[in-house]
T-cell receptor, first 114, second 115 residues
Framework: DGGITQSPKYLFRKEGQNVTLSCEQN?????MYWYRQDPGQGLRLIYY???????QKGDIAEGYSVSREKKESFPLTVTSAQKNPTAFYLC?????????????FGEGSRLTVL | AQSVTQPDIHITVSEGASLELRCNYS??????LFWYVQSPGQGLQLLLK??????LVQGIKGFEAEFKRSQSSFNLRKPSVHWSDAAEYFC?????????????FGSGTRLSIRP
């Protein structure tokens, strides 16, 4: 079945460590997104990529990094520079510029900093 | 700048009662509008979407939404809620004429169902 797979579902990190969240899609979508979700704040855009080897900062990119070496994959690294990384992270994808804007989401990854 | 406002943070309704969740958008033209639902600890699922044409759109799970340009609103409705409808609901908009391709979300409305 086509879809978006995020891993791990739960992740614990010590302060000062970098962690990488995986996002893989087999929908043949061009665009991929990373959102951060905190209680009462909705979804905030971290990074997005409309095409392989290209990505743009979203509204809260500081302390995060991404890569887009393959169409199917858009990993997110939460660096030690991120001041408050404990959150629920959602990856999503769309067809791209010619699409209707409809997002397809993964099941999310919950990161907790100890 | 494009924005989406959901004025109700938390709503509780009785099972079997009707439901309306409010959404207002701020945008010069008519954006594409969406409603998503999120169960606890899960990703988001699309309920319905509006691009153009008929201002009343039908979605999955018995939901519908009405686009009102004069009020810049896109409210979600359901005639009779079920306990399984308890979840968080997000309204979103997208500017089809922007090269940035950013989708803007409201802050969400948490729906609780009273038995």
């Amino acid at each position: 079945d086509g879809g978006i797979t995020q891993s791990p579902k739960y992740l614990f990190r010590k302060e000062g460590q970098n962690v990488t969240l995986s996002c893989e899609q087999n929908l043949n979508h061009d665009a991929m997104y990373w959102y951060r979700q905190d209680p009462g704040q909705g979804l905030r855009l971290i990074y997005y990529s409309q095409i392989v080897n290209d990505f743009q900062k979203g509204d809260i990119a500081e302390g995060y990094s991404v890569s887009r070496e393959k169409k199917e994959s858009f990993p997110l690294t939460v660096t030690s520079a991120q001041k408050n990384p404990t959150a629920f992270y959602l990856c999503a994808s769309t067809l791209g510029r010619s699409n209707t804007g409809e997002l397809f989401f993964g099941e999310g990854s919950r990161l907790t900093v100890l | 700048a494009q924005s989406v406002t959901q004025p109700d943070i938390h709503i509780t309704v009785s099972e079997g009662a009707s439901l309306e969740l409010r959404c207002n958008y701020s945008y010069g033209a008519t954006p594409y509008l969406f409603w998503y639902v999120q169960s606890p600890g899960q990703g988001l699922q699309l309920l319905l979407k509006y691009f153009s044409g008929d201002t009343l759109v039908q979605g999955i799970k018995g939901f519908e939404a009405e686009f009102k340009r004069s009020q810049s609103s896109f409210n979600l409705r359901k005639p009779s809620v079920h306990w399984s409808d308890a979840a968080e609901y997000f309204c979103a908009s997208w500017d089809p004429y922007s090269s940035a391709s950013k989708i803007i979300f409201g802050s969400g409305t948490r729906l609780s169902i009273r038995p």
